[in-house]
């Protein structure tokens, strides 16, 4: 199974500052994706995070918001951008492969 | 991918087993049912699947009615480490660019000493 770290474990930040989130995974994997938790619910897939191309988001989910880089099988970063309150979530990245797919520890950002 | 339905919590005993149930009346001759746990305060952690034949690994087992309409996870001798929400995931699986998961309000279970 791959091991997925991410950086940082959590932060508070102002408003309309953004912050940038990175992940790693000690092995390469096909495929990597951003989720968002809010406090108290379910897990919110963010993006699908393509190598070498353009994020794929899911419905209320924009590139502006959340720019998502992957320049290779290993590494993404997802920044929040222009952050509000609302913004205070765990954001969790997450590699798969064909079949499996597992999860990083979750970066705690809280937006005062 | 199909719904699922799921009980919002359950208790469990310290030693005996946890039997969490999941139904998904809709799914597709090739959805695999899915399930992941969440512990406190950690990223989701994948336990086991299966499509139709019951699975068993080292953390659980799984049980699909033969009609696949509905299964049950089983913990067999719950730990107060197990205690975390649950997540059955219906979904497409072992094909490339569908690996996405669409999680549900799962069941928060909780080990009792």
């Known amino acids: 199974s791959a091991v997925i770290s991410q950086k940082p474990s959590r932060d508070i930040c102002q408003r309309g500052t953004s912050l940038t989130i990175q992940c790693q995974v000690d092995s390469q994997v096909t495929m990597m994706f951003w989720y968002r938790q809010q406090p108290g619910q379910s897990l919110t897939l963010i993006a699908t995070?393509?190598?070498?191309?353009?994020?794929?988001?899911e419905s209320g989910f924009v590139i502006d918001k959340f720019p998502i880089s992957r320049p290779n099988l290993t590494f993404s970063t997802l920044t929040v951008s222009n952050m509000s309150p609302e913004d205070s979530s765990i954001y969790l990245c997450?590699?798969?492969?064909?079949?499996?797919?597992?999860f990083g520890p979750g970066t705690r950002l809280t937006v005062l | 991918d199909a719904k699922t339905t799921q009980p919002p919590s359950m208790d469990c005993a310290e030693g005996r087993a946890a039997n969490l149930p999941c139904n998904h009346s809709?799914?597709?001759?090739?959805?695999?049912v899915y399930w992941y746990r969440q512990i406190h305060s950690q990223g989701p952690q994948y336990i086991i699947h299966g499509l139709k034949n019951n699975e068993t690994n080292e953390m659980a087992s799984l049980i699909i009615t033969e009609d696949r309409k509905s299964s049950t996870l089983i913990l067999p001798h719950a730990t107060l480490r197990d205690t975390a929400v649950y997540y059955c995931i219906v979904r497409v699986a072992e094909s490339f660019g569908n690996e996405k998961l669409t999680f549900g309000t799962g069941t928060r279970l909780t080990i009792i000493p």
């Open positions: 995070a393509n190598q070498g191309s353009e994020a794929t988001y």
């Open positions: 997450s590699g798969a492969d064909v079949g499996k797919q597992f």
């Open positions: 809709t799914i597709s001759g090739n959805e695999y």
